[in-house]
């Protein structure tokens, strides 16, 4: 491997790793996440640390600001919701898509990763499935055949990845996410776009039991969302 490529490569999985611990709240909103003492933590240098900074700035996952370098922020309910809600509409136009424009290798390959996530799913590797499950995500957007479509879906499924992350592991969504995608999945090869946009919708859309579900896992975990009120 190019030493470019290798450093690439550790950013990457420090970025990983770095979230992580945002979500399992080991840095809390409002932690400031100093590039030397990460670099000291991981065993590398800062550069790698700043790439992953970087990245996950990028992703909105962290604010970086003059002469305060990184810290986590604080995402409120009221911003869970509305970016859930973007969200949702996002992947109903890309399944809509998909279930008009996907080829049949595609078609296939969205197949393989749904029996696998199923698999992962009845052994209970929730690791597994989640890994598995970000890759169906990611052959919707690209099935869907339009690039800023895709582009959009991608980038704010980065940005929630870790609050989706972390609704697989609350009671039974596995099994509730994996149902889902047999649906969704069916559609999609029968070519029913309205059906599957609507399935896409509900299983993205946050609400009611599982908004309160995933705010009360994060304060759980020490990472407040500010005050809930009313929302659900």
Known sequence: MQPMQANSRLSEQLSETIEERIVT??????????????????????????????????????DIRPRRGATVPDTTP????EMFEVMAELEALCARLC????????KAQLMELHDAATEARMGNHTEQYYVLNENLHRCLHEGAHNSFLGEQAKTLY??????????????????GSCAEHAQLVAAILE?????????????????GERFTELVTSLRQMHLPLGETGDLT
């Open 25 to 62: 709240g080991v840095y809390p909103p409002g932690c400031r996440l100093d590039e030397q003492e990460l670099a000291d933590s991981f065993g590398v240098s800062r550069t790698p640390i700043r790439e992953a900074l970087f990245q996950l700035a990028s992703a909105g996952i962290v």
């Open 78 to 81: 009221e911003q869970l919701v």
């Open 99 to 106: 279930a008009r424009r996907m080829a049949l290798e595609e």
């Open 158 to 175: 980065r940005r929630l990845r870790p609050y989706r992350r972390l609704q697989l592991q609350i009671r039974k969504r596995m099994y």
């Open 191 to 207: 070519g029913e776009g309205d059906k599957a946009a609507d399935i896409a919708r509900q299983h993205v859309l946050l609400q």
